[in-house]
């Protein structure tokens, strides 16, 4: 059998297989609509992500107690994608099930004159989660190569040299005990199109609402080169590329949420052993 027709619910099934851009990888012939690995409808998907939701919980607890005593490791979920494509709903409704307490969240945004003083990766690293955390980033260190590429906003002779600069940063983020699981939200553009209006048409949105936006969108297809190579260049072993079709927000959440959830599953994290005597401490709670 191969993982093709597997599909959600079957044991030997995972998204990471099925999304993980592999070698040869060609972004263009995603399907933004589909729906891989999953044969159910909005229904069952919104079904399906509260069930997840226990496990995502109780699994993030065992990774924080893991980590109490400053060693343990920690999972970063790195999301990128066009504007518009979902990236917030996915802050709120796979990590919004999540404790607070444990997640180290990062919105990166045009880089501060503090930011720009340093190297792209300065403010990265310094997002990165610490034991037993989980960190999240809405946006990364790929901007340097998306809009800075398509934007020109350094020499190309920088923005080059960055691909892999970015793998070598990986490759110490994960021999330091960081998962890193990289997720692309890939919609097509007339989805954006689409996105974008209902964002001009209703007043609880236009916060989301920026003019600058039309004129990224007017760069389509420079973005998707850029993506492609962002894809081809920094897939790696250690940290693939997931690239998730996302026209239908309920497929996506429930995607990266099950990715976060193969991720933190393949720790086998078990709840940490006492550092104290327990039959002791009873005995000394009783006499209280
Ligand atoms: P939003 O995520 O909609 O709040 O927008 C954040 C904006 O910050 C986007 O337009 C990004 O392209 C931009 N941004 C993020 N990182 C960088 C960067 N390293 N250089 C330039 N612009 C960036
Ligand atoms: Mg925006």
Same mark, same amino acid.
């Given at each position: ?7 959600? &619910?079957? /044991? ?18 995603? $399907?933004?609509?589909?729906? #891989? ?8 998907? %919104?079904?399906?992500? @509260?069930? &997840? ?13 893991? +980590?109490?005593?400053?060693?343990? /490791? ?11 494509? +979902? ?8 990590? +919004? ?13 045009? #880089?501060? #004159? ?12 310094? *997002?990165? /989660?610490?034991? +037993? ?14 809009? @800075? ?14 691909? *892999? ?6 490759? %110490?983020?994960?021999?330091? &005990? ?11 553009? !007339? ?11 209703? #007043? !609880? ?5 920026? /003019?600058?936006?039309? *004129?990224?969108? *007017?760069?389509?297809? !420079? ?5 492609? =190579? ?21 497929? =996506? ?14 720790? $086998? ?20």
């Amino acid at each position: 059998m191969t993982t093709e027709s597997l599909a959600f &619910g079957d /044991p030997d099934f995972t998204f990471s297989e099925t999304l993980r851009a592999e070698r040869g990888f060609v972004l263009a012939d995603v $399907d933004t609509r589909a729906t #891989p690995g999953y044969e159910g409808d909005k229904k069952s998907a %919104a079904m399906d992500l @509260v069930e &997840g939701q226990t496990e995502l919980s109780d699994l993030q607890e065992r990774l924080w107690a893991n +980590g109490k005593d400053g060693d343990g /490791p920690s999972v970063l979920l790195l999301v990128q994608g066009m504007d518009t494509s +979902g990236k917030g709903g996915i802050m709120r409704h796979v990590v +919004g099930a999540t404790d607070p307490g444990g997640v180290k969240y990062t919105a990166f945004k045009a #880089p501060t #004159p503090e930011e720009r003083a340093h190297d792209f990766l300065w403010r990265i690293d310094r *997002a990165l /989660p610490d034991a +037993g955390q989980l960190g999240v980033f809405d946006r990364s260190q790929y901007e340097d190569v998306l809009v @800075v590429r398509v934007n020109e906003l350094v020499p190309r002779s920088e923005w080059m040299r960055r691909y *892999a600069q970015i793998n070598a940063f990986e490759r %110490a983020a994960l021999a330091r &005990g960081i998962t890193v699981v990289k997720v692309m939200l890939h919609i097509s553009s !007339d989805e954006q199109k689409a996105r974008l209006g209902e964002r001009l048409d209703r #007043p !609880d949105k236009y916060y989301k609402y920026n /003019p600058g936006d039309i *004129a990224e969108r *007017a760069r389509w297809d !420079d973005y998707m080169e850029a993506y492609q =190579a962002v894809l081809a260049k920094t897939s790696t072993k250690g940290a693939p590329w997931h690239v998730v079709p996302a026209d239908r927000k309920w497929y =996506a959440r429930l995607a990266v949420q099950q990715l976060l959830l193969e991720h933190l599953r393949g720790l $086998d994290l078990e709840w940490p052993a006492a550092t104290f005597d327990v039959a002791t401490e009873q005995e000394r709670l009783a006499q209280t």
